[in-house]
């Protein structure tokens, strides 16, 4: 099946400074992917679909300027927590839908990364 | 709007016996319904999904599921129970107007005691 990678799986940061997560499609193309954040025994926040070639569309009450999304290419997407506080702290998990898909398909989910920042 | 509602908490269902996650949505087209897994600090897993045709779904790990049009549902089901099934469990959905977005339930733990 389709594979979805993140990188890095965990990383641990001082509070002001800003992490990049990486989300790749290693096996399809990828139009568009999503960013997700999951806090401890809660479901699974939308915070952005990010689109190849174009701006990401933020979720209500997500800032942008906080959370930078970048999707250079078909196969890779990046989240970029600007000035962490450990707010911040949680499992976030990116998804890409393959560009082939009109909706039926699933999306296929990377392993997550958890940020902790101290 | 989308949403999905997924009622319980928690499962607890002992080895060997059938069990039943719950979930009902709402969409304003047709209804595309997904179920994943999570284990533990790890991403989802998709198991199953349901799109057309067919009401009763077979997915992975012998997991089904049933789409019930006039009572909006869309339970999981398992015939019998494995401890290794302890998991929690998402449904999700998304209209086939909006292709885009898949709104996810609020989780149910399932716990398969030995």
């Known amino acids: 099946g389709a594979v979805v990678s993140q990188h890095p799986s965990r990383v641990i940061c001082k509070s002001g400074t800003s992490v990049k997560i990486e989300c790749r499609s290693l096996?399809?193309?990828?139009?568009?992917m999503f960013w997700y954040r999951q806090f401890p025994k809660q479901s699974l926040m939308l915070m952005a679909t990010s689109n190849e070639g174009s701006k990401a569309t933020y979720e209500q009450g997500v800032e942008k300027d906080k959370f930078l999304i970048n999707h250079a290419s078909l196969t890779l997407s990046t989240l970029t927590v600007t000035s962490a506080h450990p707010e911040d702290s949680s499992f976030y998990i990116c998804?890409?839908?393959?560009?082939?898909?009109?909706?039926?398909?699933?999306?296929?989910f990377g392993p997550g990364t958890r940020l902790l920042v101290l | 709007a989308q949403s999905v509602a997924q009622p319980e908490d928690q499962v607890n269902v002992a080895e060997g016996n059938p069990l039943t996650v719950k979930c009902t949505y709402s969409v304003s087209g047709n209804p595309y319904l997904f179920w994943y897994v999570q284990y533990p600090n790890r991403g989802l897993q998709f198991l199953l999904k349901?799109?057309?045709?067919?009401?009763l779904v077979k997915g992975s790990y012998g997991f089904e599921a049933e789409f019930n049009k006039s009572q909006t549902s869309f339970h999981l089901k398992k015939p019998s129970a494995l401890v290794s099934d302890s998991a929690l469990y998402f449904c999700?959905?998304?209209?086939?107007?909006?292709?885009?977005?898949?709104?996810f339930g609020s989780g149910t733990r399932l716990s398969i005691r030995p």
């Open positions: 349901y799109i057309t045709g067919d009401n």
């Open positions: 998804s890409a839908e393959p560009s082939t898909s009109r909706g039926e398909e699933t999306q296929y």
């Open positions: 999700a959905v998304r209209d086939d107007s909006s292709a885009s977005k898949i709104i």
């Open positions: 096996d399809f193309q990828a139009t568009t």
